[in-house]
């Protein structure tokens, strides 16, 4: 099985700042395209941001200017910085990525997702 393992979330004013992490477990090899998306109560999962292998990065418009995603393709692990954070933010964050693991001898792909972490803005 592969795992991602998000990080980071908590609770900021408004105007503030957080750094969401993202890791890979450790039987994964390779990371191809990830995405950050969240969840809001009440509300359907939404993407935010993704980025390709090679960073190429991509934004929903109500986050363009104020979020940047990035990668550590040696680490296995994405990276979503948040600032100017509203209200509006407030959800729970996913990542979501295309991912090549080992189990045992073999090579698998995965659509691997995390578990959520809870982002919270206050006004």
């Known amino acids: 099985q592969v795992q991602l393992v998000e990080s980071g979330g908590g609770l900021v004013r408004d105007g503030g700042s957080l750094r969401l992490s993202c890791a890979a477990s450790?039987?994964?090899?390779?990371?191809?395209?990830m995405q950050w998306y969240r969840q809001a109560p009440g509300k359907q999962r939404e993407l935010v941001a993704e980025?390709?292998?090679?960073?190429?990065?991509d934004y929903a418009s109500s986050v363009k200017g104020r979020f940047t995603i990035s990668r550590d393709n040696a680490k296995n692990t994405g990276y979503l910085q948040m600032n100017s954070l509203k209200p509006e933010d407030t959800a729970v964050y996913f990542c979501n990525a295309d991912v090549s693991y080992y189990s045992g001898s073999r090579i698998f792909t995965a659509d691997a997702w995390g578990q959520g972490t809870q982002v919270t803005v206050s006004s």
């Open positions: 450790n039987n994964v090899f390779s990371i191809n395209a």
């Open positions: 980025i390709t292998r090679s960073s190429t990065t």
